[in-house]
């Protein structure tokens, strides 16, 4: 009846929509520490981006996620601090770890608040404006 394999048959819009499917599924599933690993990763790195628009409320959420990061790296800090004044050089190597945590959570603070404050929208394709306006997107 058919002379060639199921792949064959298949449209590419069909195979792009079993892949589009698939990823969801993958993405939605989410129950073994890597897919979560994954999806928070996917997390981060749509907030810190720079050259997308947000309206007022993704602005506030990003720099919230951005302050409690901050205060989070602010506490290792003191932390840091507070260790080294009570037990001296002993406790130098948690010390230097915890900097380096601290350090982590004030440099993905800084990349949010940078990102929810200021916008750096790059030029887009006329026709990808196009698509855009007729999907009723800005």
Do not use: C
């Amino acid at each position: 009846m058919f002379s060639g394999t199921f792949s064959q048959v298949m449209d590419k819009n069909e195979v792009g929509m079993n892949r589009l499917l698939q990823d969801l599924w993958w993405r939605q599933r989410n129950i073994v520490f890597p897919d979560t690993v994954r999806n928070e990763g996917i997390f981060y790195r749509n907030a810190a981006r720079g050259d997308q628009p947000r309206d007022a409320v993704q602005r506030v959420g990003t720099m919230m996620l951005a302050l409690t990061l901050l205060l989070v790296g602010a506490g290792y800090i003191a932390s840091v601090v507070g260790t080294l004044v009570e037990q001296g050089l002993g406790a130098l190597i948690p010390a230097i770890i915890a900097f380096v945590i601290a350090s982590v959570f004030f440099v993905v603070g800084g990349k949010l608040a940078i990102a929810a404050v200021f916008v750096n929208a790059r030029p887009l394709h006329e026709q990808i404006i196009r698509r855009r306006r007729l999907m009723g997107r800005r």
